[in-house]
Every structure is written in structure tokens, then in C-alpha cells.
């Protein structure tokens, strides 16, 4: 029996925060936008290349659309990439499965070592070291233990967050509560067990059903869009492929391409932050945050007869 829950549209705010340490190394970069601000992390492509293109080709499929975190433990992880819904907008909805590709192999020790410390992404798994496939988690603070080969040989760090301190820590600032009408209103960014495999589910409040009693709604959930820094391909009259993304300001924002996987990637072009457009002020921020300055979309053009099945990602250098 599929999990299910009531449904209501959710909101997203959008926001600007401060920056995590940044290494020489540039890989693709991914937005991850919740409903308390958007997170921009980091690939290491080159160093966990199995690892990025398996999770690459999750968010070029949609894989993630509609995904919300499943679990949440304070001063842990936050944990995605396992279950969606195909329509926030239903008033009824199920919970589906995210349809998974073949498990891949563990990378936790090829390449250079990449401990599980706070800010960094890697990918969950079971007891078998070469068993992820789609779900993945934040590191909420410094989980080296995670690094043992003890520990089902490893998890593998394939990311790091590059932007959104502000909308990480307030992904930490989830709390264990029961589901009891004697918890105030006022309380929000709970953890609550509605039970396997939801144990540890993370909701922005607590709703009511028509008999009075606490239920979780759609809207409550902590839904998490996964973009490629809003990369968005289309062909103009001419045939021609368009690509637009949302730019990463003040650094060359680099397209690729690849026809073939395991990616191979090429340069399409390198647009550096002096032909980037004027920042815009958008009003946007919550309460105590400064408000956002986004940078309209950017387009360039691949070559008439690009092939349909080519692969863009846009990555940013630092």
C-alpha cells in the first residue's frame, strides 16, 4: 500500500546566502531549491566520476520532480533522492517511489578522499557498499564516522555546497515532535514519525483533519527541486539548439557537452562574468535576510544539427 497523504500546493522562497569555502577545482553546478531557500552545491566530477554522472542523469531524466526530503535527523543529515509525488496540486495524492537505475560502484576510495563533513552531499545506500542508486543527504555537521570502510565500505561524497549557508542551517534546525495536539502552533520545522518509511519526516508545521486530529499535508513537506543551474534546452526556426541557465554571478559560467556516456565533456562556450546581464533586484528574503539580486537567464546557441540527444550541463569556475 503506497504511502498517502492530503494535498495543497507549496510554496518556494526564493533567497540569497552567504558562501562555503571553495576549492580551485570547478564542477557542475546544481541548485537545490526548498521551501526555505535554495542551496547551490558542487560536483566533483572528476574526482567520483561514476557518482556525478549517475546523479547528473537523475536530475537530466526529472527523476527528482516533485521530490521531498524523507528523512531528517538535527545535527546529522537531511536525507532525499527516495520518494516523490506527481502532483502537489491534487487534494488527494500518493507517494511514489522514485524509479531507480542500476545500483552503482562504491567510489569511496578511488580518487582523492572526500570526508563526510558538514556541507558536503553523498550518496546513502544500504549494508552493501555498491548498493546507491537515487537517494543521497546533506551532511548537517561533521560526520567522519561515515568515512570508515568499516561502515559498508564507506559513504561516497560526490558534492559541496558552494552557496546557501542561511537555507542549510535552517534545513538543521529541524526538530523531533509527536504528532499531539499539545504542541503549540507556534512550533515549526518539525520531525515527526508518520511511520516506516517515514520515521524521521521532516514538515514545515502540522495540519488539521476534519476530526481535529494533526495530519501532515502535502504543502508541509519539504519539497527539494534539483536543477543544473536552471538548464533549460530548446531549438530556435533555424534549427539551432538554444541553452539557457541561471547564471552564477561575478564567475565564468562554463557550457559543456557530451554525446556520449560516461560523459566526455567539451566546451560549447565560456562566458565570463564581464558579458554576464546586471543583477536585478527581486524583493524576495525572509525576515532578517537580505533581499535577492538575480541575474536574468542566459542563452547561447550550439550549432544547427546538434544532435537531439546531446547532454549540456553549465558549471561555474572558482
Known sequence: MKPRLASVLALLIVLVAPVFP?????????????PVGDIEVECYDSAKPITTTNFLRYVAD??????????AVNDFVIQGGGYRVANRGATNEFVQRIPSRPPITNEFKVGPFLSNVAGTVAMAKTSDPNSATSEFFFNLKDNTFLDSTNNSGGFTVFARVIRGLDTFNRLNSYKSYPITTNVPDTVTNRIVNVGSPFGELPVTRLGFNAAGG???????????????????????????????????????????????????????RQVP????????FDGAGLPSDAPSLNLPAVTVNDAPGAPASRFYRVRATY
Open 214 to 268: 494533526r495530519v501532515v499535508l502535502l504543502p508541509d513537506l519539504v519539497f527539494c527541486d534539483v536543477t543544473l543551474l536552471g538548464v533549460r534546452v530548446s531549438r530556435d526556426a533555424t534549427g539551432a539548439t538554444q541553452v539557457q541557465w541561471n547564471p552564477v554571478a561575478g564567475r565564468t559560467n562554463v557550457v559543456e557537452f557530451t554525446d556520449v556516456f560516461p560523459p566526455q565533456w567539451q566546451v560549447l
Open 62 to 71: 526529472g527523476a527528482y520532480d516533485g521530490m521531498f526530503f524523507h528523512r
Open 273 to 280: 562574468p564581464t558579458e554576464l546581464p546586471a543583477a536585478v
Open 22 to 34: 571553495r576549492r580551485a577545482d570547478a564542477g557542475t553546478v546544481i541548485q537545490f531549491r526548498t
